[in-house]
């Protein structure tokens, strides 16, 4: 059984953040998903290559560069702080970043590098963004939650009681 991209359903009024889009899988399904109307959210080590991948994606979407080293949970957290700022709600995380083959090296907080990016850091996003996930109006009704009032993404303060 084959599939093409051009039998992915319509995507408009979704947003989807794809780690590792500005190259190969990561960049396919964005373009893909581009293509057929979602806003991707690019969230990528090196902008200035996010940039260069957002020009090289044509559709009725749109795409948003953010930068996001998954390696280090300080700057991921920063990330997904801005994240959350910015999106009403996110569809989908296509997880698809990853480093190989390096030298041994630890991360700021003591991981080794490659697993703190293959593994911990796009854990470590979904959990952030996992209240935005669940309550995206179009999310698949597996991880669909009750509807929330608007800006029901953003983190609840101790003692708030929305």
């Not at 979704?14 to 399904?29: C, H, K, L, Q, Y």
């Amino acid at each position: 059984m084959s599939w093409h991209p051009r039998q992915l359903p319509e995507q408009t009024g979704r947003t989807v953040v794809g780690t590792g889009a500005n190259s190969g899988i990561g960049f396919e399904a964005a373009r893909a998903l581009v293509g057929r109307g979602a806003h991707v959210v690019l969230a990528v080590r090196d902008p200035a290559k996010g940039q260069c991948a957002a020009k090289r994606m044509a559709g009725t979407g749109r795409t948003t560069v953010v930068e996001l080293d998954l390696s280090d949970l300080d700057q991921l957290s920063d990330c997904a702080t801005t994240l959350l700022d910015r999106l009403d709600d996110v569809s989908a995380v296509i997880c698809k970043a990853g480093v190989m083959g390096r030298p041994l090296r630890l991360t700021a907080q003591g991981f080794e590098r490659q697993t703190a990016t293959n593994h911990v850091g796009h854990a470590a996003l979904v959990a952030r963004c996992g209240r935005c996930l669940i309550s995206a109006p179009r999310a698949s009704s597996w991880c669909r939650a009750p509807k929330r009032a608007a800006g029901s993404c953003r983190p609840r303060r101790r003692g708030s009681s929305s």
